[in-house]
């Protein structure tokens, strides 16, 4: 039995409930619902159906996309467009569910995330219709970020740990001497990690107004600034000076995000930065033995963000140079004490004799000369018998700082033993080598050494030979000073006073 056919007010009636029913369920839930027409030949489309919703989110009638699509589109991020459309002709060729997600503008003027996802459907007259909803995703984009900076912060702490480790480990088994090579590469580590454009170490002076650049890395065009940076005056540097004394008093790093916000007490510090190209900078201080000795700092060319715990970094990185120098003042310390003499502070024969084979052996390999000179203080027991031995070690220490003064800084000065000193005259033959022994001769007659409010007067002698002369026999250290300090005995035997070399006994 068929049923009995509804009136026209009845199905009007019907309609209306059923949109409002519609209309209901389309606020109920939490996106956009839609039906999205693209017609057969792919020029226009529309949505006939999209729910009150879009006024809400988007500022858009409902009824103005209902012919037309493109105020929609319009709210899309332009680089975004592309993708979508592409995406949505492969959803009508091959009748795949519409799944996209895109950045729109909303209401607000604020750019969310959005997701897309839809069914198609094939019209009889060609063009396709897609039944879907629109779904805010900012949260969990925000969550995804979120969790890829976490694991990003992640990645950056492992490599900043390990870059760390390297280095400690590097430090660690450094040779002797070669404490610049590996501050070199450390801060060439640095300097690529940070994305910094140089990376540096300066040296203060004791009374922190000078200051010098001893160690430099640069990102490739960027110049160097190690040459003109030597004992660079910072005494005129009033705030500069202020953070000096912030460094040494509270370990506190030097952090300039924007060199051109330095303050008013900053003039000459930012003229000076300025023509250095810099932008911004951060220093940390370098600590030897408790003392701020210098700083670790990295420069950047351009304005640039810099993370919140780069001070915390960059107090690592100090920390690391801080006890590798520190380690490496120990270490030369000892070395110092094991090759000079306590009393004089002059090299001994540990120093001596390894110095001397360095130089034959550029005399053999270069052809380049020198001489030995062997001086012993005249009558020096008297000296000691006579006025005891704290005197004695007063004219040891004097003569040989008149030893050092009137040698050049290329020769090598040593006491060899008791009062006799060698000094190493680089690059002399035998007529050069005489007036440089004269000099120090007439230093010697011309000083008054003061004993218990006495005034004594002393002499030295003499005995030189040049590696030239070493014809018959080997050159070795022992020979040489064989040589010489037979030569000494016969200018003692010869009255004392003078020299005497391979031209035999003279009074200079």
């Known amino acids: 039995m068929k049923g009995t056919p509804k009136s026209a007010p009845a199905q009007t009636e019907m309609q209306a409930l059923s949109e409002s029913f519609f209309r209901k369920l389309a606020s109920s839930v939490p996106g956009i619902l839609f039906t999205y027409q693209l017609s057969a030949d792919r020029r226009h489309h529309a949505f006939p159906y999209i729910s009150d919703r879009v006024r809400d989110v988007f500022g858009i009638e409902p009824v103005r996309l209902h012919g037309d699509a493109d105020p929609m589109f319009a709210l899309i991020a332009p680089d975004d467009l592309d993708g979508i459309r592409e995406s949505i002709l492969l959803s009508a060729n091959t009748m795949s569910p519409w799944c996209y997600r895109a950045r729109v503008r909303g209401k607000d003027g604020e750019v969310q995330w959005y997701e897309a996802t839809s069914m198609p459907e094939e019209q009889p007259d060609g063009s396709t219709i897609w039944y879907g909803q629109f779904i805010n995703i900012e949260h969990y984009k925000a969550l995804e970020r979120s969790l890829r900076m976490s694991e990003e912060e992640a990645s950056y702490q492992a490599r900043f740990q390990k870059m760390i480790a390297a280095l400690s480990a590097h430090f660690i088994h450094l040779g002797f001497g070669t404490i610049d090579e590996c501050i070199d590469d450390l801060l060439k580590a640095i300097g690529r990690f940070f994305e910094v454009d140089r990376a540096y170490v300066y040296a203060f002076s004791k009374d922190y107004a000078q200051m010098t650049n001893t160690h430099e890395w640069t990102r490739a065009g960027v110049p160097s600034l190690m040459a003109e940076q030597q004992e660079v005056d910072i005494s005129g540097f009033t705030w500069w000076q202020g953070q000096i004394y912030r460094m040494i008093d509270q370990d506190k790093v030097v952090f300039v995000e924007d060199v051109n916000a330095l303050p008013v007490d900053a003039t000459e510090e930012k003229l000076l930065l300025q023509s250095q190209g810099v932008k911004s900078m951060i220093c940390a201080p370098i600590l030897v033995r408790g003392e701020v000795m210098g700083f670790f700092g990295v420069d950047s060319l351009s304005l640039r963000p810099w993370r919140r715990d780069q001070s915390d970094l960059m107090i690592i990185v100090s920390g690391l140079l801080s006890g590798a120098l520190e380690r490496n003042r120990l ?30 052996a550029a005399c053999n390999r270069y052809g380049e000369k020198f001489c030995v000179a062997i001086f012993d203080i005249d009558h020096f027991k008297r000296i000691n018998d006579g006025f005891g031995h704290l005197v004695g070690d007063k004219i040891l220490k004097r003569f040989s700082l008149l030893l050092t003064q009137y040698s050049r800084t290329t020769d090598v000065v040593s006491r060899y033993g008791g009062e006799e000193f060698i000094v190493v005259f680089s690059g002399v033959n035998q007529q050069d080598v005489v007036p440089l022994i004269g000099r120090i001769f007439q230093s010697v007659r011309e ?44 200018a003692k035997a010869g009255g004392r006073n003078c020299l005497f070399d391979g031209f035999g006994l003279s009074h200079i």
């Open 331 to 360: 270490e030369e310390d000892l070395v110092s004490r094991s090759i000079r003499d306590p009393l004089t502070g002059l090299y001994n024969r540990r120093y001596l004799l390894p110095r001397m084979e360095e130089m034959l």
């Open 447 to 490: 000083e008054q050494f003061e004993c218990d409010g006495q005034l004594l007067r002393i002499t030295v002698s003499a005995g030189a030979v040049c590696v030239s002369e070493l014809t018959a026999q080997p050159a070795t250290p022992e020979a040489l000073i064989a040589i010489a300090d037979h030569r000494l005995y016969e």
